[in-house]
C-alpha cells in the first residue's frame, strides 16, 4: 500500500541551528517526491521537489532535500534556522494528480 | 492578484444545513483539488478535477459534490452537515500531471454546531 511517514510530530529547535526533517514513503515506483510548507491560517506553498536526476534538490527560503532510494526516504534539511521557519511541514508523494499523499506533517518551534 | 482563492474563510453553521465553499484560481492550470485536513493536521485527498475527469475519493460522503462551472472554477457543494465535517478545506490548482506542483489557497475553516 502507498503511504508517507513523517516519523515526528513536533521538533523543536534553537535559531541558527540545522534542521532535518524526516519523511519515508512505501510506494511500487519511485514516486515523485515534494516538500509543502504551511504557515497559520494558510495553505500550503511548495518548498522543493524530486522527479529524477541529481538527488540532492534545492528549494526556496535555503531549505534542500535528498532522495535516497536505498532508504525511501526524502529527508529536508536546512543548516541555519530562522524564527520565520517555525510552521508545519508536510512530505508529499504520488505518480498521478488525484494520487497526491501527504505525510501527517512536522511542527517546527524555533527558539530565540 | 491571489493565485488560489477560496471563500468564506470561515463558515460556522448548524447540523442538517447546505452549505458552499467557492474556489477560483488565475493560474491557468487544468486541474483543481479539494482536501480536507482535520484537527490533526492530517491532509486528505477529496477529489481532483479537469476538463475531461472528476476522480472522486472512495471514502468521500456523496454528500459532498463539487461544481465546476469553468476552469478557472471549482466549488464544493456540502448537503446535510454533519459534526464530523468540521475542518479546514483546502482548494488547489496545478497542471494535469503528478509531477506538477500544487499551489494552495489559504482554507476555509468549517466549524458545525
Known amino acids: 500500500a502507498q503511504s508517507v511517514t513523517q516519523p515526528d510530530i513536533h521538533i523543536t529547535v534553537s535559531e541558527g541551528a540545522s534542521l532535518e526533517l524526516r519523511c519515508n514513503y512505501s510506494y511500487g515506483a519511485t514516486p515523485y517526491l515534494f516538500w509543502y510548507v504551511q504557515s497559520p491560517g494558510q495553505g500550503l506553498q511548495l518548498l522543493l521537489k524530486y522527479f529524477s536526476g541529481d538527488t540532492l534538490v534545492q528549494g526556496i527560503k535555503g531549505f534542500e532535500a535528498e532522495f535516497k532510494r536505498s532508504q525511501s526516504s526524502f529527508n529536508l534539511r536546512k543548516p541555519s534556522v530562522h524564527w520565520s521557519d517555525a510552521a508545519e511541514y508536510f512530505c508529499?508523494?504520488?505518480?498521478?494528480?488525484?494520487?497526491?499523499?501527504f505525510g501527517a506533517g512536522t511542527r517546527l518551534t524555533v527558539k530565540p | 492578484d491571489t493565485a488560489v482563492s477560496q471563500t468564506p474563510k470561515y463558515l460556522v453553521t448548524q447540523m442538517g444545513n447546505d452549505k458552499s465553499i467557492k474556489c477560483e484560481q488565475n493560474?491557468?492550470?487544468?486541474?483543481m483539488y479539494w482536501y480536507k485536513q482535520d484537527s490533526k493536521k492530517f491532509l486528505k485527498i477529496m477529489f481532483s478535477?479537469?476538463?475531461?475527469?472528476?476522480?472522486i475519493n472512495e471514502t468521500v460522503p456523496n454528500r459532498f459534490s463539487p461544481k465546476s462551472p469553468d476552469k478557472a472554477h471549482l466549488n464544493l457543494h456540502i448537503n446535510s452537515l454533519e459534526l464530523g465535517d468540521s475542518a479546514v478545506y483546502f482548494c488547489?490548482?496545478?497542471?494535469?500531471?503528478?509531477?506538477?506542483?500544487?499551489?494552495f489557497g489559504d482554507g476555509t475553516r468549517l466549524s458545525i454546531l
Open positions: 488547489a490548482s496545478s497542471h494535469l500531471g503528478g509531477n506538477q506542483p500544487q499551489h
Open positions: 508529499a508523494v504520488g505518480r498521478d494528480s488525484n494520487d497526491m499523499r
Open positions: 478535477y479537469n476538463n475531461k475527469e472528476l476522480i
Open positions: 493560474l491557468g492550470h487544468d486541474t
